[in-house]
């Protein structure tokens, strides 16, 4: 019985190829691509309900209590397999999707929460509309490996005067990338206003984890703001 489950525990090892880790260390839009691609039909079991993913509550939480009617329809940046769209289901909000990896949007696809789903690489130029959403949401996708500050720009011009902007930052990854100079810049410039930061667990609610040490890359710096794009 001791050798059975140890054979158990070392298949599941083998099986179980992905982890937020190895996506930590991901260096451009083609392995991006391959690595979500691969991952894309075990990414709910394995990442968000293992890991008890509560950051696409929060972030939906967060837009809807600042949302007015305007505030669609929503650009779901970096959707995956539409985790976060899930938590609109039961609201009047439209969303699309966008997504570099042809695989993770076939799975957002199967779950019928968004309007239209595009294959794109959101560090090419020119590849998102401009001032075609009323909001902006994203969840996962401004962290390590991923997305730096200098894309927060081409995520607010696809915003129409007003737009709302929901955008979830790893914390660990915003103080080492220094996301702050970047956001005063745009605030400064007259791209952006209303900004607001709000500070969030990301794998757990706050209430149950209150007392345990966690690691800033285990935390979302929320960053909320309206947009003056034309």
């Given at each position: ?8 525990i070392?298949?599941?090892g ?5 982890n ?7 260096s451009?839009p083609?392995?991006?691509k ?5 991952w894309?039909g ?6 968000v309900e293992?890991e008890?993913?509560k ?9 809807m209590n ?18 976060l ?6 609201t ?13 949007l076939a799975?957002?696809k ?16 020119k ?5 075609d959403y ?16 200098e ?7 696809m915003l ?13 990854h ?5 996301f702050?100079?970047e ?6 410039t007259g ?6 930061i709000f ?8 209430k149950?984890?209150e007392?345990k ?18």
């Open positions: 019985l001791e050798f059975k489950a140890t054979l158990l070392s298949i599941k083998l099986v179980t190829m992905h937020k880790e190895e996506a930590y260390t991901l451009s083609g392995d991006h391959k690595y979500y691609d691969k894309s075990k990414y709910d079991e394995e990442f293992s008890n993913y950051y696409p509550e929060k972030i939906s939480k967060l837009f600042l949302a007015e009617l305007k505030h669609s329809p929503i650009a779901d940046i970096g959707c995956g397999t539409g985790v769209g899930e938590e609109f289901i039961d009047d909000m439209v969303l699309d999707g966008y997504d570099i990896s042809s695989g993770m799975e957002a199967k779950k019928k929460v968004y309007r239209n789903l595009f294959e794109c690489d959101i560090t090419e130029e590849v998102l509309p401009t001032s009323g909001g902006v949401i994203s969840c996962g996708t401004f962290t390590f490996g991923h997305l730096g500050p894309y927060l720009v081409r995520v607010i011009q129409h005067e007003g737009g709302l902007g929901v955008i979830g930052i790893n914390k660990a915003y103080l080492s990338k220094n702050d100079e956001i005063k810049l745009l605030e400064s791209k952006i206003y209303n900004v607001k500070e969030e667990l990301i794998y757990s609610d706050r149950t984890d007392e040490e966690t690691k800033d890359d285990e935390i979302s710096n929320i960053l909320t703001f309206q947009s003056n794009s034309a």
